[in-house]
């Protein structure tokens, strides 16, 4: 049985508007949480705790790090310090100082962007521009020359006989008209 139902009483529930602000809420990601992420990206042998330069790089350019004020060569000679193709999360902070110092920017400001930046992933691309380019390119009543020929009027390709000049073995010259007119001799 249930407290409420031997005490006669019933607990405070919590506020509704709490519990559905808390679930909108995206769960608050740890900047360490985030090195575990990007030192395994890319690398199926890592075990999150050491991360490369590269891996560096691509978690920078994601968090948006990386722009006129630091450049990859920025973070190359800085990362190049500690002689190691791989640091550790405290040599990553150490690392991160550095850099902060060099190029006079707030190391908080950097950790808060590389913490909230996201998973490791392809960054995202507008499909606007791409799009048209490719229908352009795509576009197959816009071909010319011997392109042109490997599709028939609805764009459909022709398969091999588009790309291949199919010689006519038949005994008649091109354009003859009246082809197989005649009655075959037995």
Not at 160 to 185: L, T, W
Request: glycine share 8%.
């Amino acid at each position: 049985m249930s407290d409420e139902a031997t005490n006669g009483t019933s607990s405070p529930a919590p506020p509704v508007a709490e519990l559905a602000e808390m679930a909108l809420e995206e769960p608050k990601v740890t900047f360490q949480d985030q090195f575990k992420a990007f030192s395994k990206f890319g690398d199926t042998k890592s075990d999150g705790k050491m991360i490369t330069l590269s891996q560096s790089d691509k978690w920078m350019k994601q968090a948006k790090v990386i722009d006129k004020k630091i450049t990859t060569t920025d973070t190359g000679i800085h990362f190049k310090k500690f002689k190691s193709m791989k640091i550790s999360y405290s040599d990553y902070n150490k690392y991160l100082d550095d850099l902060a110092k060099t190029k006079k920017v707030e190391l908080q400001e950097i950790k808060n962007k590389m913490a909230s930046c996201g998973a490791p992933g392809v960054l995202q691309v507008s499909a606007g521009k791409a799009a048209s380019a490719v229908e352009r390119l795509t576009d197959t009543s816009k071909y010319t020359g011997s392109h042109k020929e490997r599709f028939d009027a609805t764009g459909k390709g022709k398969g091999i006989a588009g790309r291949k000049n199919v010689v006519d073995d038949s005994g008649y010259v091109s354009g003859y008209q009246n082809k197989d007119s005649y009655p075959e001799k037995h």
